[in-house]
């Protein structure tokens, strides 16, 4: 399989888990599950690494063609 699209798996996987960890953010914010304090600090940070890795990964695969 080549390098790029290794990489744009990659992005795709991301995009994935970061758009289920945003959906999960705003079911903990609503109050639908318990423990907004600190689980909402640490979604947000999962969430904004996984789009960084996102967009570093595509920006790979698209480098690689």
Known sequence: MPESNVYALSAIASLIAAL???????RLSRGDLPGAG???FYLRILLGFLL???????YRALLYM
Do not use: C, I, N, T
């Open 38 to 40: 600190f689980w909402g």
């Open 20 to 26: 289920l960890v945003a959906k999960l953010w705003v």
């Open 52 to 58: 960084a890795a996102a967009v570093v990964f595509g």
